[in-house]
């Protein structure tokens, strides 16, 4: 049984791969905050394990639990980094089959922004850190939302869309959240980033075009649910792509990564 997601399509492993440098994204993230040793590393909200993967890589001596909500996505992405190093366990954030304080880093990408109790997924993934071990919440804010200009046409079908899309328990201004919600789960220590994430200015590039086609084409029907048929979807993701390709259009979202830790004294339950 699968969690509840928007983006659940078969092509979604394949998407979410392309848009990384997963090897790339765990030195920049990840790296500032991985113990010496041999760390037990969990990946709430995996996906296919890509990025898991590029963590067993980079720290081989790493043992790494990639966890996700859809068995299927997650077995997709099985591959050579998995056996001792990599193990992939399917279940709800909300509610982590782990014992309390049993990783020494645990680690969000891009997975909050889709669940509505977020603060309870944070709440769990303060749990299972060891004492003094790392939190490290990595997610949007101003993604499909943040355009400048705004165009009557635009605007009649983002409204709509980010409405219906809010329903399903996504929230664009996640980002923005995650200082609280590890406030609230009991992390220390915190440190705030904030960098650019897409920066779309002028005519967007073929490839980017390509990935933001595949992500509104996966999400079509979530519009079409909202805006009352598919051929209302149909015209919105072209509204949409249109203002992409538009010499005019600036597009942007950032990222922000909190990184928190476990109270050292933090006792077991
Ligand atoms: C946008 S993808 C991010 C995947 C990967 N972390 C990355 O950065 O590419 C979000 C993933 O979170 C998973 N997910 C969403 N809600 C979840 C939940 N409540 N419990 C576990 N996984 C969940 C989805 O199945 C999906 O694979």
């Known amino acids: 049984m699968s969690v ?27 790296a500032p905050v991985m113990p010496t040793g041999a760390p037990e590393v969990l990946d709430v909200g995996a996906g296919p394990g890509h990025i898991a993967q590029a963590v067993c890589r980079a720290w081989p001596d790493s043992r790494v639990v990639a966890f996700d909500g859809n068995p299927e996505r997650l077995a997709a ?31 969000s990408r891009l997975m909050l922004q889709y669940v509505a109790e977020r603060g309870r997924a944070v709440a769990e993934m303060a749990r299972v850190t060891k004492p003094g071990g790392v939190v490290v919440l990595f997610d949007l804010d101003g993604q499909l939302v943040w355009h400048d200009p705004v165009s009557p046409a635009l605007s009649a079908v983002l ?15 996640t980002g923005r959240q995650l200082y609280r919600l590890a406030r609230e789960a009991g992390l220390t220590d915190l440190a705030v980033r904030v960098d650019p994430y897409h920066v779309i200015a002028g005519p967007i590039e073929p490839a980017e075009r390509e ?48 990184t928190g830790r476990q109270k050292p004294g933090a006792r077991r339950r």
Do not use: N
Not at 4 to 30: F, H, N, S, T
Not at 216 to 230: H, K, T, V
């Open 4 to 30: 509840p997601y928007l983006m659940e399509d078969r092509r979604e492993a394949g998407r979410l791969v392309a848009k990384v440098d997963a090897d790339a994204w765990v030195r920049e993230y990840l």
């Open 77 to 107: 992405g099985s591959g050579s980094a998995d056996g001792a190093a990599l193990v992939r366990r399917c279940g709800d954030a909300r509610d982590l089959p782990f014992e309390d304080g049993v990783f020494d880093v645990v680690y």
């Open 159 to 173: 409204d709509p869309v980010v409405a219906a899309l809010r329903a399903t328990g996504f929230d664009p201004h």
């Open 211 to 258: 990935q933001w086609h595949l992500k509104l084409d996966i999400a079509r029907p979530a519009i079409a649910r909202a805006l009352g048929s598919s051929g209302a979807a149909d015209k919105a993701v072209r509204i949409f792509l249109d203002h992409l390709d538009s010499e005019d259009t600036l597009t942007y979202s950032v990222a922000f990564t909190v």
